[in-house]
């Protein structure tokens, strides 16, 4: 009895011996996806790595009616804050940025988290959120109401994130302020370039505005342990005075 | 050749400025409005510190002759200053601080502050590197906190 209990015994070990060594390996090779959630903060370029830091941004190219009338608001924006006398922007007035500004505000992380179905984005600045939903077909733009954030629809191609996005409100400025029309679609592909460098190559088409598509990318560095901040802007105290320049409210006693 | 230059040198001055901005950088809003090239060092007692977004408050009283002239000192947002050591009760309301600020360029008391000396003579800046701070482990990777 107890031999035949052994042999037994002896057989699972060697089956379950077996499934794993077939089923294991195979799994991996399968499953190329990272897992991305977590906290994962800006990397800037200067002083990376070269190994893991972004590659240079590419050219914007705007359509001639576009071009102009955006060098002269670039360049009254750089006169007005040499007199020290800002431009008021919307996120002066505590607007959230949106899409794709949203993903790279001056040092604040962003965190991921994946779930069955579903990738959420969530910035620390503003408390912004995105909605990636994996593994659907994108909706046509003119059934997408305008709005921050669009809609998003990811894939994974290998290792890689795919995010498709459209539906960008026309009144939101743009990465570097560009200007964009209804029509505009963000790619963005994210990938690990190390165990805790992620890149974000973003690709930003818009066959209204501009003569090719724009595409930069965006690195970040992962915050083990890192416990994102509430950000609820409550207390404003910038504001644009009646000749349109921005002034900071004095506090009292 | 000396007008290219002076562009070049000029884009890399503004490329230092935003740098070392960067780690107090704002969500919201431009600095241009406060002279950061010229700092000015005040001392006086806290009347009232606001720890909120998108900015913390620290207003003060700093003597002046027999009275007394109230400035306004715009720091970074929690988050920011929390990277960089702070807490939410590192300054309270009757401490006696020295603070080194970048004041409003149109001469009103307000500005923003680039360091501040405690009662107890710890120093703290306006902000740190993003995710460097009180819990976070340091970085597996080796990189210039932006």
């Known amino acids: ?253 | 050749m000396a007008r290219a230059f002076r562009a070049v040198a000029g884009r890399m001055l503004f490329g230092i400025v935003v740098t070392v901005l960067g780690a107090a950088a704002s969500a919201h809003h431009s600095f241009a409005m406060f002279d950061t090239a010229n700092p000015i060092t005040i001392s006086g007692v806290v009347t009232t510190v606001q720890w909120t977004n998108p900015h913390v408050y620290i207003e003060l009283d700093v003597p002046e002759g027999q009275s007394a002239r109230h400035w306004t000192m715009e720091l970074g947002s929690p988050s920011i200053l929390m990277r960089g050591g702070w807490k939410f009760n590192s300054v309270k309301r009757g401490d006696k601080v020295t603070a080194v600020v970048s004041p409003l360029r149109n001469g009103d008391p307000g500005s923003l502050l680039v360091r501040l000396t405690l009662p107890d003579g710890r120093v703290l800046g306006n902000g740190g590197p993003a995710g460097v701070g009180p819990g976070v482990a340091p970085p597996a990777t080796a990189t210039s906190p932006r």
């Not at chain 1, 794993?20 to 990376?48: D, E, F, I, M, Y």
């Not at chain 1, 040092?107 to 984005?121: C, F, H, K, M, R």
């Open chain 1, 1 to 253: 009895m107890v031999s035949l209990v052994s042999r037994v015994t002896a057989s699972a070990v060697a089956l379950l011996t077996l499934i794993a060594v077939v089923h294991g390996p195979l799994h991996a090779q399968s499953n190329p996806r990272p897992n991305l959630t977590g906290a994962w903060a800006p990397l800037g370029g200067r002083g990376a790595d070269p190994k893991v830091a972004p590659p240079p941004a590419g050219p914007i190219v705007l359509k001639p009616e576009y071009a102009k009338p955006y060098q002269d608001a670039r360049a009254a924006d750089a006169a007005a804050a040499k007199r020290g006398e800002p431009v008021a922007s919307a996120s002066m007035s505590c607007v959230p940025y949106g899409m794709p500004r949203m993903m790279s505000v001056a040092s604040y992380p962003i965190e991921l988290l994946e779930t069955a179905g579903q990738i959420t984005i969530v910035t620390e600045a503003f408390s912004e959120v995105r909605r990636v939903f994996m593994d659907q077909p994108q909706l046509p733009i003119d059934e997408v109401p305008p709005g921050f954030y669009g809609h998003s629809v990811g894939r994974w191609e290998g290792d890689t994130l795919v995010i498709d996005t459209v539906g960008i409100k026309e009144s939101l400025a743009g990465y570097q302020n560009i200007p964009h029309s209804d029509r505009m679609r963000i790619t963005e592909r994210l990938r690990l370039v190390a165990p805790d460098v992620l890149h974000d190559q973003i690709t930003i088409d818009d066959p209204v505005v501009l003569e090719k598509p724009v595409v930069y990318t965006l690195a970040y560095r992962k915050l083990p342990g890192y416990k994102m901040v509430e950000f609820v802007c409550e207390n404003n105290r910038e504001y644009v005075d009646d000749q349109g320049r921005v002034r900071m409210r004095l506090g009292g006693r």
